[in-house]
């Protein structure tokens, strides 16, 4: 019979990632651990994961690029040119 231990992860954790500015989101094929407690039991949905033991969501990196509403500025202008002094 295997026994499984978790542990908790320490509170400077959270508090290192703060500091350094992550965007942590969810990885589909990868091992994720939770921000919040540092376990890694996922419920897993289409836009956001969300930690089986503190609740925590995570956006997933599938999710952060498509559906409405969800458009990434390049930077460039968006003018339409003036097609009536081209004509």
């Given at each position: 019979?295997?026994?499984?231990?978790?542990?908790?992860?320490?509170?400077?954790?959270?508090?290192g990632?703060?500091?350094?500015?992550?965007?942590?989101?969810?990885?589909?094929?990868?091992?994720?651990?939770?921000?919040?407690?540092g376990?890694?039991?996922?419920?897993?949905?289409?836009?956001?994961?969300?930690?089986?033991?503190?609740g925590?969501?995570?956006?997933?990196?599938?999710?952060?690029?498509?559906?409405?509403?969800?458009?990434?500025?390049?930077?460039?202008?968006?003018?339409?040119?003036?097609?009536?002094?081209?004509?």
């Amino acid at each position: 019979m295997s026994v499984l231990v978790f542990e908790r992860a320490t509170p400077s954790f959270a508090a290192g990632l703060a500091q350094r500015g992550h965007h942590i989101v969810y990885r589909a094929n990868e091992s994720n651990h939770c921000p919040g407690c540092g376990r890694s039991h996922w419920f897993i949905g289409r836009l956001s994961a969300e930690c089986g033991f503190c609740g925590t969501a995570l956006p997933l990196t599938e999710s952060l690029s498509t559906g409405a509403g969800m458009f990434r500025c390049s930077g460039r202008s968006h003018a339409l040119p003036d097609f009536a002094a081209a004509a």
